[in-house]
């Protein structure tokens, strides 16, 4: 499934890894669970656990795509990488009358 139809899906679980001063001054996305990239790997077992995709983001996308890789080689099947919040947030507000 490709990062779209999850979004058109609904059915996903979205992890910010900013820090947490980044989300109080940039925002951040309602229902997002913020896991900062350098708590990624001590919570691995809780992101490896969620039985829905997984849509992690940052600022830009690198965070999430390091986030990303280290989590696929400890056996994330269904991860994808959204990028930079604020373009996901529009695309899943777009997507929000399609479901």
């Known amino acids: ?21 980044e ?11 913020n896991i900062p990239l350098g708590e990624v790997e001590e919570r691995k077992d809780e992101i490896l656990s969620i039985e829905k995709p997984v849509i992690l983001f940052c600022r830009s996308g690198n965070r999430s795509g ?8 400890q ?9 930079g919040w604020a373009d996901l947030k529009a695309t ?5 009358g399609t479901f």
């Open 1 to 21: 499934m490709s990062l779209a139809e999850v979004i058109q899906s609904g059915n996903y679980q979205l992890i910010d890894v900013r820090e947490p001063m």
């Open 23 to 33: 989300l109080e001054m940039d925002g951040n996305i309602e229902g997002a669970k």
């Open 66 to 73: 390091k986030a990303l890789e280290y989590l696929t080689g």
């Open 75 to 83: 056996g994330l099947e269904n991860g994808y990488n959204g990028g």
């Open 92 to 96: 899943i507000e777009s997507n929000k």
